[in-house]
């Protein structure tokens, strides 16, 4: 058997296994990044699924990812929950990295959402701060619609120049002004990992015109374009560096500025989820 028919008949399969399993087709599908997994405790749960015992399901290495899928409610709003990922740098393709979202993408969802943490370029932006995303740039030397077509999916070459969604970025930003929430908007640019961004790195990111860097969300953001999804991205910047003034970066220290964000972010998610006309 081919790789290409190998991977649609894995998708096929661990799509089947969750249709027998859950109560509903979610028309929500959230991915939640580093340090940011408290929405997935206080969604109305149904149905819970660690990875492990998912047929197919890549397993995150990482210890600040919990692994688990979510099925439940927010604001009676039918959703499904992706609590931690797998990245390009645990050895994983980009294939595997979307593997998750594309099963999820064939219960027909309308809207993902997706977050994480990244390290501000933007020398305007602050720890703790929360940016939506307007728009990427992708380095990282794969791609998960790369090799054979399939048609049912989604087009062969899918349009990028509206990747996240305005009205949805216009909703979030109306519902960060009535929460008194100070929302920044920028361009996230994903870089392959783990090491971190050397000085020259990080000048040449802000050169190339990226607000905000990290190593997750590009891969997922165009698996669900390719589906017809509603995309709407947000980073929690984690750490500031000027590349002529470094500092260090402490991955630790990313993980605690990321859960200093976390209540906000939970607040602000699920008034957004509750204005969505769906």
Do not use: C
């Not at 149904?46 to 919990?66: A, G, Q, R």
């Not at 009535?178 to 050169?207: D, Q």
């Not at 402490?250 to 607040?267: N, P, T, Y």
């Amino acid at each position: 058997m081919k790789k290409e028919d190998l991977y649609f008949k894995k998708v096929n399969e661990t799509y089947n296994f969750l249709k027998k399993k859950i109560p509903f087709f979610p028309d929500i599908i959230i991915t939640l990044g580093t340090g940011l997994f408290s929405l997935g405790e206080k969604i109305k749960k149904v149905e819970v699924f660690p990875y492990e015992e998912i047929p197919h399901f890549p397993i995150p290495t990482v210890e600040t990812h919990k692994g688990q899928l979510i099925f439940g409610y927010i604001e009676d709003k039918k959703i499904a929950i992706l609590q931690g990922r797998v990245h390009y740098y645990e050895g994983y393709s980009t294939k595997e990295i979307t593997f998750p979202l594309r099963v999820l993408t064939l219960f027909k969802p309308e809207i993902y959402i997706v977050s994480n943490a990244a390290g501000g370029l933007n020398l305007n932006f602050r720890s703790g701060d929360i940016m939506v995303i307007k728009d990427h740039i992708n380095l990282i030397p794969d791609n998960p619609l790369r090799g054979i077509s399939n048609e049912e999916w989604g087009p062969r070459f899918p349009d990028m120049s509206n990747a996240y969604d305005k009205e949805l970025i216009s909703l979030f930003k109306k519902t960060a002004k009535e929460l008194r929430e100070e929302i920044r908007e920028g361009i996230y640019v994903v870089v392959p990992g783990p090491s971190l961004e050397t000085p020259a790195e990080t000048k040449f990111l802000r050169m190339i015109g990226a607000d905000a860097v990290g190593m997750s969300t590009v891969p997922e953001v165009i698996v669900a374009v390719h589906a017809g999804l509603k995309v709407l991205g947000i980073s929690v910047i984690s750490n500031v560096n000027d590349p002529d003034n470094f500092k260090p970066i402490v991955f630790s220290e990313v993980v605690e500025e990321s859960k200093k964000a976390e209540k906000r972010l939970e607040r602000l998610i699920k008034e957004f989820i509750k204005k969505l006309k769906i």
